[in-house]
């Protein structure tokens, strides 16, 4: 099965239920590897059981995507997970925060 977003890391806030956990599982199908943050720990933890359960990968960081000190812990730990501690997200790379997730630039090298 071809799986195009292989390699990749996708941010997803709002991933407990609704269009935020829907968007989630569609990119693991697609071989992304997720950070997926909510405000409910209990079904963002159910979730991402979900997903390993199914082989895929995901960091759960329970936060509020309204409160940047907690935007600020779900990227530094999605960071970390997805790239050594010695290649941080480059601070070119605006982070422009959506109500279901996170989007990045074109130019930006995220994996």
């Known amino acids: 099965m071809n799986k195009p977003l292989s390699g990749k890391t996708a ?9 935020g956990r829907a968007t989630a599982l569609t990119l693991v199908r697609a071989g992304a590897a ?3 943050q909510a405000r ?5 933890d159910d979730l ?3 997903i390993l ?12 995507a309204g409160i ?7 990227l530094a730990d999605s960071t970390v997970q997805a790239n ?12 422009k925060s959506v109500h279901t ?7 930006c090298p995220v994996s």
Not at 40 to 44: E, F, G, H, I, W
Not at 53 to 64: E, I
């Open 53 to 64: 359960s199914q082989g895929g990968k995901a960091l759960a960081v329970p936060g509020d």
């Open 40 to 44: 409910r720990k209990d079904r963002l």
């Open 68 to 74: 940047q000190a907690d935007i600020d812990l779900l």
């Open 48 to 50: 991402a059981s979900e």
């Open 11 to 19: 941010i997803i806030t709002g991933a407990s239920s609704g269009i």
């Open 34 to 36: 997720v950070a997926i």
């Open 84 to 95: 050594p501690p010695s290649a941080p997200l480059p601070r070119r790379c605006a982070v």
């Open 101 to 107: 997730g996170c989007a990045f630039p074109r130019s």
